[in-house]
């Protein structure tokens, strides 16, 4: 239970702001996680095992924070632009639901309202009905925290909280087409999750149910299956919702009722949490949620992990994605921003959602050298060169934040 | 050491026309397998557990047919276009060579010959020179065999000795290029396997050396990577040649020897394996060699292992693709061939040597009901109903060979 336990509660609490709540009852109910991570951690915990419940990831390739928040190392990032199932980072709100619900899948439910004819839907039902199969960033909102001067509380991830997944599953439109259409008014899409809320504590105050506008129907999937197998508990199976383009919390796991609503949410996820705060301010409703992603990218090799190189020919390798927006160009600079030539798009495009591979090559001197990369996307916005502060660390797309030092010898 | 054992010996034999050496020498070198398969085999042998090399695959996405033959079920075949590393089929002529070949992947080398600058190269060096990424169909050129009427001998794969994956590495154009180009007149580019051959065996009789047309370098690479991760060492890594188009058994495996040339190996797998020979006759230079893959498609769901359908709609779903094109269009017919109905291609596109995947919504009434579908490739040119009869029972490609019966109650 440990490694399962809530082990994010300190970062909740602030979030939720239910902390007499939650220490009084909550953890009373479930086990508190010794791990239980109170602050930004200065160095990967390299050396934590895997979390039972996925233990099938490989290990070389995850540095586990906490029970249920581990990152893809940038080291294991490949070159083939689909990010393998167990190398996908982990990011649970709350402990995974326990493995018979995929025991299965096919008989899964999910209620549908806002719809003329509501009903409570089969993952069989959901297959016999349509099929789309989509390639996305998944991204936590949180990814590139722990590049924050500030320190935010939080995970202090810094690229590896993302990962590029081809997922397949019955299109939101066609569900709703097919119970008569969505409510007039409904301008939400608000999902809420499978996992089993502990007793004692206000469910509002921990469960995962959040809202998109309803625009995000459009490319949205009932997802049953992800890189080419049934989605892993883990990972949200047997049914999750895909937002293309939306930072990974809206994508909620084991989705059990999917809603068109005239509001958002009011569960704190969605009220308080996962806002774009001003710096020392708590979560509003009035402040901007961690809704469509932002144009992104990095350098995964070299890397901070790699050492030094030898001089001479290097390929610096690397990925970019436009969050809504298709990539047309990413650029390097080794001369801090000043000046700035095209990186080589590589390989596959798998769609506006996915990212794209790039590579750069250049030939490099002995000593220190400074190399950074910025995403132009079709509509020619430039990926930005600063962040914008806020209390939980989200959305950080500074490409000046994520530049990378590297010692060639 | 069982179940890496020579276990399709009696094929080799009949192929390699060495059988007496084989006999003598071979086996007694090596353990000869007491899973030999010395004909075709009427039900998949379901139940045997995976060998010890391959023991991350996904056992029940797996027909273990031998030691080095494991056939993808029909029924693991996802949606998501690539078929993710733990699924893909297992075809080795070879037992694979020790694990240590893959403790320093880096340091593995591989000599460029039939350039003006022949040179040995590692692939970290590799590595320094260029980057390309390609999604390609993976297929053994038996994957079909179990559908010969013939019954020829080999193993008898129905659809899964083929798989869609990602590979990352150096263009073979460009290591050529770096050393100086092509010698004038090479018309050939053949690939050398890393295999450690049986002592007592004239090495020409086993030895896995392969040549193909040297305009398949165009397109061709010298792999490290598969779906996002070092190739494993039982899909040929440190370092494989990828040939684009080409039927599996050109894709070498572990390469250590990469040369420009005149004349096609005269290694018995090139010479007199490996041939359309007509039926009943051995194989020869003279007849076509497995090159090139012809185009196909095929039907996963619902499939033989689905058991009956419920009546009403129902998504048929399966792949296609077209050898050296892309993919125009996949139809399906319901009327055994008379009438055909275009399918939805589904998903991302990864490009004309990839394969794509199709979805068919049909209404079905109770009873038996065949299906079957074909390709039409980007040049106009449709799959063929029939199939090529071949000693070997390669390249089947037949729609009508790869009809599926569903019941449906």
């Given at each position: 239970m440990k490694e399962n336990g809530i082990d994010n509660l300190p970062r909740r609490k602030l979030l939720a702001n239910t902390a007499g709540v939650l220490a009084a009852g909550g953890l009373a109910g479930w086990s508190a996680s010794a791990?239980?991570?109170?602050g930004p951690v200065a160095?990967?915990?390299?050396a934590r095992p895997l979390p039972a419940y996925v233990a099938w990831k490989d290990p070389g390739a995850m540095?586990?924070?906490?029970g249920n928040t581990l990152e893809t190392r940038r080291s294991a990032?490949?070159?083939?632009v689909i990010t393998p199932n167990e190398q996908v980072y982990i990011r649970n709100n709350l402990p995974p639901p326990g493995a018979e619900i995929v025991?299965?899948?096919?008989a899964w439910e999910v209620t549908i309202e806002?719809?003329?004819?509501?009903r409570t839907l089969t993952v069989k039902a959901l297959k016999s009905l349509n099929l789309e199969t989509i390639a996305t960033?998944?991204?936590?909102?949180?990814?590139?925290?722990?590049?924050?001067?500030?320190?935010?509380?939080?995970t202090p991830w810094q690229v590896g909280a993302a990962a590029c997944v081809v997922w397949s599953g019955v299109p939101v439109w066609a569900v709703a087409e097919m119970l008569g259409g969505v409510v007039d008014g409904m301008i939400y899409l608000t999902g809420t999750g499978g996992e089993k809320l502990p007793d004692g504590i206000d469910p509002k105050s921990v469960m995962v149910e959040r809202s998109v506008p309803v625009?995000?129907?459009?490319?949205a999937l009932l997802a049953w299956e992800m890189n080419g197998v049934p989605i892993s508990l883990a990972h949200g199976g047997p049914l999750r919702l895909i937002v293309p383009?939306?930072?990974?919390?809206?994508?909620?796991?084991?989705?059990k009722r999917l809603a068109f609503t005239?509001?958002?949410?009011?569960?704190a996820i969605q009220k308080t949490g996962y806002r774009m705060s001003p710096p020392g301010e708590k979560g509003d409703p009035s402040q901007p949620s961690v809704w469509e992603m932002t144009s992104k990218s990095w350098i995964n090799?070299?890397?901070?992990?790699?050492?030094p190189v030898a001089a001479g020919l290097v390929q610096v390798k690397g990925v970019g994605f436009g969050g809504m927006q298709a990539v047309r160009a990413i650029d390097v600079s080794v001369d801090d921003g000043r000046s700035w030539k095209p990186a080589r798009l590589v390989g596959?495009?798998?769609?506006?959602?996915a990212w794209r591979q790039f590579v750069f090559p250049i030939s490099l001197a002995p000593g220190i050298h400074t190399l950074v990369c910025r995403v132009t996307d079709t509509q020619g916005r430039v990926q930005a060169e600063g962040r914008t502060e806020n209390t939980g660390g989200y959305?950080?797309?500074s490409w000046r934040d994520h530049a990378i030092k590297v010692t060639v010898v």
């Open positions: 791990g239980a991570q109170t160095a990967p915990a390299a540095i586990v924070h906490t990032f490949g070159t083939s025991a299965d899948r096919d806002g719809v003329r004819q509501p960033v998944l991204q936590c909102s949180g990814n590139g925290r722990g590049l924050f001067p500030s320190k935010p509380s939080g625009a995000a129907m459009a490319d383009g939306y930072n990974g919390v809206n994508n909620v796991k084991y989705i005239r509001e958002q949410s009011d569960a090799s070299p890397g901070p992990e790699s050492g596959p495009d798998l769609g506006k959602y959305s950080n797309s």
